[in-house]
């Protein structure tokens, strides 16, 4: 298996007036090829920064990407122009993206039809004529019904799902090597978001794309990540293949979080949940050790003394950010 | 009907919320948004009721009909025996209070310039139920069955975070001491992290009071976690209520399957194995919805008279009703 995407030691801060937010503070992970990778993680942790800055989409200021590097095809991402041809060559062509709230990525105001064809246009030098046929396609393969008709409609005219899937459509328009979705279900049903996973896997597969499922409901990624990232305040805490994360979780936060959630088919009389204690933090003058002790029921007193420890091996995927062995404790 | 014989502190029967839809200067009405469509369910005394279904079902809309914050197209809503359906207003206010209610967003639902101590304490006080002196004394006592510290009292509810202020939402719905509470998306806007400390303050207090819930959820999981029984809408109408158990292991309507089915379980080995009905097209509008089975065109089993007839809610065993003409 080879590596697509390999980003190291990524920081990403933000100056605000309320102080420095550390939003992304020292992330390392990699994609390889034909791979489904979950990013999880609670509200605010820093995964949709992470993501936005492999792209170079952080507005800067505020914020700035004070360290790391993005390794794709051979080059630093990182050290590319935010604005260069460079890295709108990758941007929305090698590797896409699909964001959270489908209305405010597609322009209200240009028809479907335009917002399709504009990518095919400019990323693989189609005529109009041409980019019309592929973006027809395009939406049947997404499942549109009647796409042609469909075609010179605005965003508004589409329900959240519909809308979603012309994302999906756009975002493989340009066959990338890596698509990231960022919550790309958050915003619909339960019933649509199956729809749409099931969809944005059967297109990985069928176009030998990776893809980066960014979430932070752990059951959407159980079903469909081969590897998965667990994010906590701006940092990497655990990650290993999706069998280590949810049935040999090692971080005291992983542990925790599925601990507290429930699981389809058990009541409360069966389970309890045991909930995590406390706040998550918010990210502003973080102390130096780990930002989970707060909340966490394993801490030693080494944890308190020293700086928030590295990842380390524990199988051989698997990796843990702690230094409680919590298979000792529990 | 007494509510005592049967144990039932509410009881709904064939209750319909139709919204109009109306056009031009005129606001002549041209149809109705059949919101809620002819439903029927009991509340037992000390139940947890849950209520799931996709945006736009009729959730909300039956959980407002229950408070009695709209007067139902039709149909009776028997409160602990009364039937407030269509009281006057006047007369609604003083049951009122034996309700209470938790909505989705603790934000939106709170005013932002009172203290969180006025938040909590309105209620009692626009019931007349204490003196102005007892109230610190009464909001502290709140503040301690949520799990906030009443030194917070003094704060507004941007000073609070997110589980915080639905801790203040709930503190605000116990003031009267209520019989029932409906409780409305009520983790839905919170950090996973979060959402188990507020699911288990619920169970908690239910036991402790002897509350009854209507739980409004769209997350299954969390529903059939809280629930004694569930409720399925969907498109205004009930299609199945079961025990929460059973409703997971026996499902009999269609689309209860395929909602089961698009649940994310947090276990990769259980999802593997688990079969994903995926449903075709989308939900259509109440505005304008199928004949029939308001699911045929969605449904793989449907057939001709599905799209004729309307399936009632027929009774299966004691705790499972089912409406569906195949089953
Ligand atoms: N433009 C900005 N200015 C200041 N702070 C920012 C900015 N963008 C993000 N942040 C902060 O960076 C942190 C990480 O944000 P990010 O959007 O990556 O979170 P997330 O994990 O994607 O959360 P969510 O699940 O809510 O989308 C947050 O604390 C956020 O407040
Ligand atoms: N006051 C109103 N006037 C007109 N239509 C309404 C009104 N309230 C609700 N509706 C419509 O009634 C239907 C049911 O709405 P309701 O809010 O009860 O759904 P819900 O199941 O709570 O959905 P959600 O999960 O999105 O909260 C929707 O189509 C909605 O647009
Ligand atoms: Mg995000
Ligand atoms: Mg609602």
Redesign the interface.
């Known amino acids: 298996m080879s590596v697509l995407l390999d980003v190291k030691n990524l920081r990403t801060h933000f100056h605000t007036h309320r102080g420095l937010v550390k939003a992304v503070d020292g992330v390392s992970f990699h994609i390889n090829e034909k791979e489904i990778v979950g990013l999880v993680g609670?509200?605010g942790c820093g995964k949709s920064v992470s993501m936005l800055s492999v792209m170079q989409l952080i507005a800067i200021p505020p914020g700035k990407i004070v360290s790391g590097s993005a390794m794709f095809d051979g080059h630093d991402l990182l050290k590319y122009k935010p604005k260069g041809d460079e890295m709108r060559a990758i941007r929305g062509a090698k590797i896409a993206m699909i964001f959270q709230e489908p209305m405010t990525s597609l322009n209200p105001v240009l028809t479907i039809a335009r917002q399709v064809t504009e990518t095919l246009e400019l990323h693989l030098k189609m005529d109009t004529q041409t980019a019309r046929k592929r973006a027809v396609e395009l939406l049947k393969l997404v499942g549109i019904?009647e796409a042609e008709s469909r075609l010179d409609n605005y965003p508004h005219q589409f329900?959240g799902?519909?809308r979603q899937r012309v994302m999906i459509a756009i975002a493989l328009s340009c066959n990338p090597k890596i698509l990231i979705a960022d919550e790309p279900t958050t915003a619909v049903?339960?019933?649509?978001?199956?729809?749409l996973l099931?969809l944005m896997q059967e297109m990985v597969n069928r176009f030998n794309t990776s893809l980066v499922i960014v979430t932070?409901?752990?059951?959407?990624v159980?079903?469909y990540a081969d590897r998965i990232y667990v994010m906590y305040a701006g940092r990497i805490v655990e990650s290993g293949l999706?069998?280590d994360i949810?049935?040999r979780p090692l971080h005291p936060y992983t542990i925790?979080?599925?601990k507290?959630?429930?699981?389809?088919?058990?009541?409360?009389s069966d389970r309890?949940?045991?909930?995590?204690?406390g706040?998550?933090p918010n990210l502003i003058d973080m102390p130096q050790n780990c930002a989970f002790l707060p909340?966490c029921s394993y801490h030693k007193e080494r944890c308190r003394l020293e700086p928030w420890p590295e990842l380390h091996a524990v199988g051989a995927q698997h990796y843990v950010s702690c230094y409680v062995d919590t298979r000792e404790t529990s | 009907m007494n509510a005592h014989q049967n144990n039932n502190l509410i009881e709904i029967k064939n209750l319909k919320m139709y919204f109009p839809i109306t056009k031009g200067l005129l606001r002549r009405k041209v149809g109705d948004v059949k919101a809620v469509d002819d439903i029927s369910f009991d509340i037992k005394q000390n139940e947890t009721l849950g209520l799931v279904g996709?945006?736009g079902c009729g959730k909300t809309t039956t959980g407002r009909c229950i408070l009695r914050l709209y007067q139902p197209t039709s149909g009776s809503i028997v409160f602990n025996g009364t039937d407030i359906s269509s009281i006057p207003e006047k007369q609604v206010r003083p049951l009122r209070r034996h309700m209470g209610a938790i909505f989705q967003d603790p934000y939106g639902s709170l005013n932002p310039r009172q203290s969180a101590r006025t938040i909590a304490g309105m209620p009692l006080i626009v019931h007349h139920m204490i003196d102005k002196k007892d109230l610190d004394d009464k909001v502290a006592e709140l503040f301690n069955l949520v799990g906030l510290d009443s030194s917070m009292m003094d704060r507004v509810p941007h000073e609070f975070?997110g589980?915080q202020r639905q801790r203040l939402g709930i503190a605000r719905a116990l003031a009267c001491n209520p019989s029932l509470i409906v409780c409305d998306e009520p983790i839905s806007a919170l950090?996973?992290?979060?959402?188990?400390?507020i699911?288990?303050l619920l169970?908690k207090l239910q036991k402790s009071l002897g509350l009854t819930y209507l739980f409004i959820a769209?997350?299954?999981?969390?529903v059939?976690?809280?629930?004694d029984r569930v409720a399925v809408m969907y498109l205004g109408r009930i299609v199945e209520i079961a025990n929460?158990?059973e409703l997971?292991?026996s499902p009999l309507h269609p689309y209860t399957k395929?909602?089961?089915?698009?649940?994310?379980?947090?276990?990769?080995?259980r999802?593997?194995e688990r079969v994903?009905i995926?449903?075709k097209?989308?939900?259509p509008s109440p505005a304008h919805p199928p004949t029939g089975c308001h699911f045929h065109p969605r449904c793989s089993i449907a057939s001709a008279e599905c799209e004729e007839f309307i399936p009632p809610l027929n009774t299966i065993s004691g705790t499972h009703q089912v409406s569906c003409l195949k089953v």
Request: proline content about 8%.
């Open positions: 609670e509200s019904p329900s799902g519909m049903d339960v019933t649509t978001q199956a729809q099931e932070h409901n752990l059951g959407v159980a079903r999706s069998e949810f049935l925790g979080l599925l507290s959630v429930p699981q389809l088919g058990q009541t409360k309890e949940l045991v909930p995590i204690s706040l998550p909340r | 996709e945006s975070s589980g950090d996973v992290s979060i959402q188990a400390q699911i288990n169970e769209h997350d299954l999981s969390v059939q976690h809280i629930s929460s158990k997971y292991q395929a909602l089961l089915s698009a649940v994310p379980v947090p276990n990769p080995v999802e593997r994903r995926v449903l097209g989308e939900v």
